[in-house]
Structure formats: C-alpha cells, structure tokens
C-alpha cells in the first residue's frame, strides 16, 4: 500500500539553525507532496504544496523540495525560532480533488532558545 | 481556519453505546472529510463526502457510517463504540481546483471509549 514515511519523530535544534526534515514515499507515486503543521491540541494547518515537476519552492523561512529519483521530500526552516516548535505532517496526494492524500506520522521539532 | 466546527471537543463514552460527531462548515466548500489521528499512526481517513448525500470509504471506515443531508454539515456515527475507536477525530475541506485537495482541519474531537 502507499506509504509516507517521516524518518525522525523528533528533531531538536539550536534556535536560528536550519531544521531539514525529510518525507519518503513508497509503492506509489503522488503527484504533489504537502506540508502541514500541527501544534498540540490543535487541527493540522497547510504551509506549503510542491508538485512532482517543481524541484523548490519557498515561502517565507521555509523551503519544499521534491526528489522524484529520491523519492523523496525535504523540508526546511531557516533561522530557526522556539515558535517554529511543532509536529510537521508530509502528505503525498495523487491529483485529483478527492481527499486521497496519504499523511506520514509527522515529525515533532523542538527548537531551543 | 476556514470555517470549521467540530462538536462535541470532547466526549466520554461507554464501550456499545452509539455515537455521533459533527462537523460544521460555513463555506460551502463541496469536499468533506473525517480522519482519526492515532499515536504512531498518523492521520487516516474514515470517510469523505463530494457532495450531499455523496460519501466514499477511507482506509479505516469498518465501524463508521457518515451522512451529508446538507452542504454544510458532515456527520460521523459510530454505530456501536468500542475501545479501539478511542482517539482524536479531525473533520477537514478542500479547496478544490488545479486538482489538488489541499485541506483545512477542525479543532478536532476527543473520544474516550471505556
């Protein structure tokens, strides 16, 4: 079955470096990849779309990559802040409007002051 | 947060007893869905719905049945609760367009089945 899978379940790291935490995807092949953040007690918040013929994209302090030969995708925040601090959902969907994306575990970034 | 309400935020229930989440938007966005989110398990979908009375079956619907009388409203029933239902339920939309289902989440529903 398709699969995402987020290697670190948590990933701490100096304020003001750059956190990079990586989505892999197997048996299937998305068309696009997501990144979600989640804060505890709270819905998951969309921060950032990549499609499969975009290699980066950036949004402010972050940044999406997307490896088709890799599968896989990384994504980063630069000059880290302890309000970055939160559980990131990958979530891999296949191009069409109904809801199909797969969602990986997320990974928990703590960023220390 | 596009407009989304989910009641009850929490309930405690006995194992057998029936169920029913709701969720409510004010957009009058056509996609609708309901994941659970587990420990080690991230987020599943359940059910979603593409239109009133226009459901399909996620990953994990054995258990659960949904109705969509209205636009606005998405409601998840767990007919007969057991523990294993025990977790946090997330109702979300998409924005549909370029063919992607980019979503947007409710605050969430945590249920306890004793």
């Known amino acids: 079955s398709q699969k995402i899978e987020q290697n670190s379940e948590a990933l701490n790291i100096q304020e003001g470096k750059t956190a990079t935490l990586t989505c892999n995807y197997t048996?299937?092949?998305?068309?696009?990849l997501q990144w979600y953040r989640q804060d505890p007690g709270r819905g998951p918040v969309f921060l950032l779309l990549?499609?499969?013929?975009?290699k980066e994209k950036r949004k402010e302090r972050l940044k999406v990559t997307f490896d088709t030969t890799l599968k896989q995708s990384l994504f980063h925040i630069t000059a880290s802040q302890p309000a970055d601090s939160a559980t990131y959902l990958c979530a891999g969907g296949l191009g069409t409007n109904a809801g199909k994306s797969t969602f990986g575990d997320g990974t928990t970034l703590t960023v220390k002051p | 947060d596009a407009g989304i309400t989910q009641s009850p935020r929490h309930k405690v229930t006995e194992t057998g007893t029936p169920v029913t989440l709701r969720c409510h938007q004010t957009?009058?966005?056509?996609?609708m869905y309901w994941y659970r989110q587990d420990p080690g398990h991230g987020l599943r979908l359940i059910h979603y719905?593409?239109?009133?009375?226009?459901?399909d079956k996620g990953e994990v619907s054995d258990g659960y049945s949904v109705s969509r009388s209205k636009t606005e409203d998405f409601l998840l029933t767990l007919e007969s609760a057991t523990s294993s239902q025990t977790s946090v339920y997330f109702c979300?939309?998409?924005?549909?367009?370029?063919?992607?289902?980019?979503?947007?989440f409710g605050p969430g529903t945590r249920l306890t089945v004793l």
């Open positions: 957009e009058n966005h056509r996609y």
């Open positions: 719905s593409y239109g009133v009375k226009d459901t």
């Open positions: 979300a939309i998409s924005l549909t367009g370029e063919g992607t289902d980019t979503q947007y």
């Open positions: 048996n299937y092949s998305p068309a696009y």
């Open positions: 990549i499609r499969e013929n975009e």
